[in-house]
């Protein structure tokens, strides 16, 4: 019921409202909540008001910091082609237990420039990144500013 609920609200927002595009708003909405349902186990509580705030207010400046900073390193290796490219993939470990939580954390990965999650297993996940600077521990570089935060928000 919350996935219809917000995506209803969703809609209504980034469109005009009329009757016929409530109408849309409603079946689409419908058909949204039917795909998550189908597959996804990820199930929304009573807290996400309180979640949507501090994900808002607290992770999406982090977020934004990182990406632009990641922006930068790829453009410059993109301008700059003696800059070396050290692409490999990554097991990362986390220690988010929450569904919800992984999933922002991958996504986070994903939409930051030169990384691409790739799978999540058990307590881990496995990243295609553009410059491995080691074969040690060093691959929390990836996650380890986003889960901190992903961790107080959603767990």
């Known amino acids: 019921m919350s996935v219809f609920i917000t995506a209803l609200v ?22 949204v909540a039917g795909v998550f349902k189908e597959y996804h186990g990820i199930k929304f509580d009573g807290k996400l008001p309180i979640r949507l705030v501090l994900y808002i207010f607290v992770y999406l400046p982090v977020f934004i910091v990182e990406m632009i900073k990641a922006n930068i390193d790829v453009a410059a290796r993109v ?5 070396p490219l ?20 991958a996504n986070s990965i994903t939409l930051t420039p030169g990384t691409l999650t790739l799978e999540g297993k058990e307590d ?3 990243i295609h990144w553009i410059d491995v600077k080691t ?11 986003f889960e901190g ?3 107080g928000v959603f767990e």
């Open 135 to 145: 074969l040690e521990k060093k691959e929390e570089a990836i996650s380890g500013r």
């Open 124 to 126: 881990a996940f496995y």
């Open 10 to 31: 969703l809609w209504l927002l980034l469109t005009n409202f009329s009757y016929s595009e409530l109408i849309v708003g409603i079946l689409v909405s419908i058909a």
């Open 149 to 151: 935060i992903l961790k």
């Open 86 to 105: 050290n692409p490999g993939f990554v097991k990362v470990k986390t220690a988010l237990k929450s569904p919800m939580a992984r999933l922002f954390l």
């Open 79 to 83: 301008l700059n082609p003696k800059l």
